[in-house]
C-alpha cells in the first residue's frame, strides 16, 4: 500500500516539474507569435521618437516576433528622424516598415532603416532633401550644402547597413545624383512601388497588415497595435512650434507684467507655469537642458535688475537680453539641425518676445480703463496739483521753475534751480548735464523735469 502511494507521488512530482520546466517555453513560443504595430504618421516630430523607442524596447523586453512601423508621412525634422533611425537600427527585435500610402523625406529615412520594407499599391517613397519651412505662406527653402551631403551620407550608411542600393538612396537626398535610365541631373528621386520593387529597394509588395505577416511567414501571430500614451501626446503637443511659440510669449508677458507691478500675482504665476510648460517639454525630447534653463532664468534676473534698480537701459539689460535669446533658441534646435533651422528659430524667439513686449505695453495702458481694469489696479494719483504732498511739502515750490540738469538725468540726476542743487528725475529722455530744464509736476518727493522746449541757443 505504501509502495503505491510513493509511486503516485512520485508520478504526481514529475508531471509537475514537466509543466514547469515547459512553462517558459509555452510563454516563449506564445511570445514569439506577437507582433506589435506601431503607427508613423503626420510629422515627424521630437514627440514621436520616444513613443517609437517605447514599443521597440518593450517589444524586445517580451520576446515578440517582430514590430512593424506602419508609415504614412510627408516627413518632418531631421534630427527627429536620426533618432528614429537609431533605434531601428540597432534594435534586437525584428523590424518590418509597411510603407503605406507614402514615405517622403524623414519618413523614407526610417523606412530604410527596417530589417524589411514593403510598400502597398500607390505608395511612394523618396524625396528627402533637407529644406527649412519659411515663415506662413512662404515656399520652403533649400538648406546649405554641408547639411544635404551629411544627410546624403545618412541615407547611404542606412541603405548600406540593410544591403540596399545606396546610390537609390542617395539620389533622395541630393539631386545632383545621376543613376542612368532612373534618375537625371538636378532632379529628387521619388520611387512608386513598381519601380521600388524594379530597383530592389523594396522586399516584396503587399497592401495590408495581414498580407505583409503572411508574406514573412508570421500569418496568424497575435497583432497589438501600439500608441502614444498621454504623456507623449503631451510633449508632442507642448514641442509643436505654434505652442512653444505660444508658451514664450505668455511666459515672457507674465513676467513683464509681474516686474512692472508690486507683490506676486497672476501674471507672474501664468508666466512661471507656462515657461515651465516650454522647458519640460522640450526636456523631454532632449532639446532643452540645464544650460539653456540657467541661461533664461540668467536673462530674466538681469533683466529684473536692469528695470527695478538701474536707471535707464545699459550692459546689464543687453547682457539679459542676450541669455534669454541664446537660451529660448538653444532649446529649439537640435545637434544635427542647420544655420537655417538656427535662424528660423531665432526668428521664432524675436517675435514672441516682441509680441510680448507690445502686449504688455498695450495692456498697462489700457487694462486701467477697463471695468475689470479698476476692479484690480489703483489707478488714483495723489499728486500735488491736487493738494497731496508728502514730507518735504516745500518741494511744491519747485513747480514750474526753471534751470540747468547739474549731471546727466538717466532719467534721475541733480539740477540747477534758483541757485540749488535738487534731487529731479526727467519724465522719461535722457537729458545730457547743462541742458536748459523745467519742473513740470512734483508728485510729493518727486521733482520731475523736462528738457526746456523754449530755450534760447
Known amino acids: 500500500m505504501h509502495t503505491c502511494i510513493s509511486k503516485w507521488i512520485g508520478c504526481l512530482a514529475l508531471a509537475a516539474q514537466c509543466l514547469l520546466l515547459q512553462a517558459p517555453h509555452v510563454r516563449a513560443a506564445e511570445a514569439a507569435r506577437i507582433v506589435y504595430v506601431a503607427p508613423v504618421e503626420g510629422v515627424i516630430d521630437l514627440g514621436l521618437a520616444p513613443f517609437l523607442k517605447r514599443v521597440l524596447d518593450q517589444a524586445e523586453r517580451e520576446g515578440a516576433a517582430a514590430v512593424i512601423l506602419d508609415i504614412n508621412t510627408f516627413g518632418g525634422r531631421v534630427d527627429a528622424a536620426v533618432i528614429i533611425r537609431d533605434a531601428v537600427l540597432t534594435s534586437k527585435v525584428r523590424t518590418i516598415a509597411f510603407v503605406n500610402k507614402r514615405a517622403i523625406s524623414a519618413g523614407a529615412l526610417i523606412g530604410l532603416a527596417a530589417q524589411t520594407l514593403v510598400m502597398g499599391e500607390g505608395a511612394t517613397i523618396g524625396a528627402a532633401m533637407p529644406v527649412t519651412a519659411g515663415q506662413p505662406g512662404e515656399a520652403s527653402k533649400p538648406v546649405e550644402e554641408k547639411t544635404v551631403s551629411y544627410m546624403r551620407k545618412e541615407f547611404r550608411a542606412t541603405a548600406e547597413a540593410r544591403k540596399r542600393p545606396p546610390l537609390i538612396a542617395e539620389a533622395m537626398v541630393d539631386a545632383d545624383v545621376v543613376i542612368p535610365g532612373v534618375i537625371a541631373k538636378g532632379k529628387l528621386l521619388t520611387l512608386t512601388t513598381e519601380e521600388a520593387v524594379k530597383n530592389k529597394l523594396i522586399d ?10 503572411e508574406k514573412v511567414g508570421l500569418a496568424g501571430a497575435q497583432v497589438r497595435r501600439a500608441g502614444p500614451n498621454w504623456a507623449e501626446n503631451l510633449v508632442r503637443f507642448l514641442t509643436h512650434p505654434i505652442v512653444s511659440s505660444l508658451l514664450i510669449t505668455i511666459g515672457m508677458l507674465g513676467i513683464i507684467l509681474e516686474i512692472r507691478t508690486p507683490g506676486f500675482g ?33 536673462g530674466v534676473i538681469l533683466l529684473a535688475v536692469e528695470v527695478i534698480a538701474i536707471p535707464g537701459f545699459g550692459l546689464v539689460g543687453i547682457l539679459g ?5 541664446g537660451g529660448l533658441v538653444l532649446s529649439l534646435v537640435g545637434v544635427q539641425d542647420s544655420y537655417e533651422i538656427v535662424v528660423l528659430a531665432a526668428t521664432r524667439v524675436v517675435f514672441a518676445l516682441l509680441t ?5 505695453l498695450a495692456i498697462m495702458r489700457f487694462l486701467p480703463r477697463t471695468r475689470v481694469g479698476r476692479r484690480l489696479v489703483l489707478d488714483t494719483g495723489l499728486t500735488a496739483m491736487a493738494g497731496y504732498s508728502s514730507a518735504p511739502a516745500s518741494d511744491a515750490r519747485w513747480l514750474g521753475k526753471t534751470g540747468h540738469a547739474g549731471t546727466p538725468l538717466h532719467p534721475s540726476g541733480i539740477a540747477d534751480i ?3 542743487r535738487v534731487d529731479v528725475v526727467s519724465t522719461g529722455e535722457l537729458i545730457d548735464a547743462g541742458v536748459a530744464i523745467e519742473v513740470v509736476r512734483v508728485d510729493g518727493n518727486r521733482v520731475v523735469v523736462r528738457q526746456q522746449t523754449n530755450q534760447n541757443n
Do not use: C, K, N, Y
Open 418 to 420: 534758483d541757485g540749488e
Open 204 to 213: 516584396f509588395r503587399a497592401d495590408t497588415i495581414e498580407a505583409v505577416l
Open 356 to 360: 510680448a513686449v507690445v502686449a504688455s
Open 321 to 325: 537680453v542676450g541669455m534669454l535669446l
Open 266 to 298: 497672476i501674471p507672474g504665476a501664468l508666466g512661471i507655469t507656462s515657461l515651465g510648460l516650454f522647458f519640460w517639454g522640450h526636456w523631454l525630447v532632449q532639446l532643452a537642458g540645464w544650460e539653456e534653463l540657467m541661461l533664461v532664468a540668467g
